[in-house]
């Protein structure tokens, strides 16, 4: 453990080793060079070898899809005629020209890649499909209505468990450039199943985080320091966690501040001693990610609660000596607050 003036332990870096692009998984597509029929005369025998493999796409290919439904006229015993339909699927929005899978198409492009509807319609329009983004629109709100029923069953889902985890991000609202717009990220539920939900809103308060939290019946809530989540966690009596990297990233911050000096007379700064300890701590998580939830208890018992007690003594004893302001002094504060809020939750079971 590097206190004060001690020398920090020189990391080594083990180089990540990148999965293969080609995918042994990837479905596969054998493609033959072949002789001529001279060539092969030739030969007194003729083999493959493999020459070469390279990833292929077929990019988003649109096409039309025309249902005919069978129907049979039908005459009874006193004559009367009636027509008999062949059972056809329920479209989710009724009479609409997207089938379900382009449907399915502009719901992952706009919130899982992000790619905004005019941008959508225009790839559409150089694959000759001239649809324009407030059809687009209409067709994301009309699919809101009919997802409810799935998304309140996520949520649900969400606040079942004993954690939940939050944190807000802003979203540039288009039409509006001085406005930003919230998305409120939830993440919880059992253990063994873990939901993620996300909500807009136009307010970053906490009568909005209230609002999430209203049906949670679990007793910790992991989020950042925004000051925002302290009214809604007294009133439903929850336990609030926070977050390691929030704090380590100010650390960061403080260090990438701090002046230039030459590595060979270089001491070790606040910073660097902070990030070397939070780093044991994340260590300790790594080394236990993959046992059980009673081996990982055990392992936070006798490892991680004595190595939080380190960095918060440390953390008590250095935050009065800089000043409030600075890029160190802002991180030590929040690693101290942390480290109180870590110390006060004890090590369960019930923690992922």
């Known amino acids: 453990m590097p206190l004060d003036n001690e020398p920090l332990a020189k990391q080594t870096h083990t180089p990540r080793q990148r999965p293969s692009v080609l995918n042994p998984n990837l479905p596969r597509e054998r493609i033959e060079f072949l002789l001529s029929d001279a060539e092969r005369e030739l030969a007194v025998e003729t083999f493959f ?3 070469k ?3 292929h796409i077929v990019p988003a290919q649109f096409s039309v899809r025309e249902y005919y439904q ?17 059972e056809r699927p329920e479209h989710p929005l009724g009479k609409c020209q997207a089938s379900t899978a382009l449907l399915a198409y502009c719901l992952v492009s706009k919130y899982t890649d992000a790619i905004p509807l005019y941008r959508m319609a225009k790839i559409m329009d150089r694959n000759g499909l001239h649809i324009s983004d407030t059809s687009l629109a209409r067709w994301m709100v009309r699919l809101g209505d009919v997802l409810e029923p799935l998304y309140q069953h996520f949520k649900t889902h969400c606040l079942s468990g004993d954690l939940l985890q939050m944190d807000e991000t802003p979203v540039q609202v288009l039409d509006d450039p001085s406005h930003k717009g919230w998305m409120w990220v939830s993440r919880g539920g ?3 199943q873990p939901a993620v939900i996300f909500d807009y809103d136009t307010a970053r308060s906490s009568s909005v985080i209230h609002e999430h939290i209203t049906t949670f019946a679990g007793r910790y809530l992991q989020c950042d320091g925004y000051s925002a989540y302290a009214k809604p966690c007294a009133v439903q009596n929850l336990t609030r966690v926070g977050c390691w990297d929030h704090a380590r990233r100010k650390f960061v911050d403080a260090q990438k501040a701090q002046p230039k000096q030459p590595k060979a007379n270089k001491a070790p700064s606040r910073a660097d001693q902070a990030l070397a300890m939070i780093g044991k701590l994340y260590a300790i998580e790594k080394a236990i990610k993959d046992q059980t939830l009673s081996e990982r208890n055990q392992a936070r018992q006798t490892q991680s609660k004595a190595q939080l007690e380190k960095l918060h003594a440390w953390l008590e004893k250095h935050a009065p000596k800089v000043a409030k302001d600075s890029h160190i002094g802002k991180a030590l504060s929040s690693g101290t607050s942390l480290s109180v809020m870590a110390l006060m939750v004890p090590f369960e079971t019930s923690m992922p």
């Open 70 to 86: 069978e129907k049979a006229l039908i005459i009874d015993d006193q004559g009367e005629r009636s027509i008999l339909n062949a």
């Open 190 to 192: 059992p253990l063994s």
């Open 53 to 55: 493999e390279e990833l």
């Open 49 to 51: 070898e493999k020459v």
